[in-house]
């Protein structure tokens, strides 16, 4: 069965630093896609960015990296010059399958706060 | 405007009493998804659908039912709700094939509280 953990509950980043958010995932499938979403305290879920399980590159979007490593089975997220606005909670997750259009897996989520 | 719309937004209801909270996506995207969020928790898979008449249990399928008969719609049934049940659900959508064929649309959540 597929899973997702998330180790650091809560983290806290001084503005402007950078800050790393741990994931790692299991999977028999060799198909999948790896996910970070935001969700602020409103409630939505924010897309941030995706790797799939053939990208050979990690993925980057504006500032956001993902720092994929296969054999470790591990995605962590990495947000470059934290905003105040950063401050939300973030999930990692996965789905498997072709077209990543099978089962979706999240973590439980780590809570980041950024300090001014 | 792409969106995921859902309705109701918010409902209170009774232990026993059947409801349906609707889905609906303007995006023509294939695949279609239910999932509930509890305090301190992640997203959990209900059910999902990877077209019209196609549908799989996700991880947390007992005491739902979907339904997939037209390609915008995928309905969420709660035939006997119970107070296990209230949570906050969301409906997400993306399609298949494209450029991002991999980012999922969120609708904006519902509520639910059963008593």
């Known amino acids: 069965a597929q899973k997702i953990t998330q180790t650091q509950p809560g983290m806290f980043v001084q503005e402007k630093e950078a800050v790393t958010l741990d994931c790692t995932y299991d999977?028999?499938?060799?198909?999948?896609?790896l996910f970070w979403y935001k969700q602020p305290s409103s409630g939505e879920m924010i897309f941030l960015i995706y790797?799939?399980?053939?990208?050979?590159q990690n993925a980057t979007e504006g500032r956001y990296s993902l720092n994929f490593q296969k054999a470790r089975k591990s995605a962590n997220l990495v947000i470059s010059a934290s905003q105040l606005g950063d401050s939300a909670m973030y999930f990692c997750a996965m789905r498997e399958g072709p077209a990543n259009a099978g089962k979706s897996t999240f973590g439980d989520g780590t809570t980041l706060t950024v300090k001014p | 405007e792409a969106q995921v719309t859902q309705n109701p937004r918010y409902l209170i209801t009774v232990t026993g009493k059947k409801l349906t909270v609707t889905c609906s996506q303007n995006?023509?995207?294939?695949?279609m998804s239910w999932y509930r969020q509890d305090p301190g928790l992640g997203l959990r898979q209900i059910y999902y659908?990877?077209?019209?008449?196609?549908?799989d249990k996700g991880d947390v399928p007992e005491g739902y039912k979907v339904s997939r008969k037209e390609k915008r719609n995928f309905p969420l049934i709660l035939e006997s709700p119970s107070p296990n049940q209230t949570s906050l659900y969301f409906c997400?959508?993306?399609?298949?094939?494209?450029?991002?064929?991999?980012?999922?649309?969120f609708g904006p959540g519902t509520r639910l509280t059963v008593t």
């Open positions: 997400a959508s993306k399609g298949l094939a494209g450029g991002r064929a991999y980012e999922q649309y």
């Open positions: 995006m023509n995207h294939e695949y």
């Open positions: 659908s990877m077209n019209v008449e196609v549908t």
């Open positions: 790797q799939g399980s053939y990208d050979q």
């Open positions: 999977t028999s499938d060799p198909s999948y896609g």
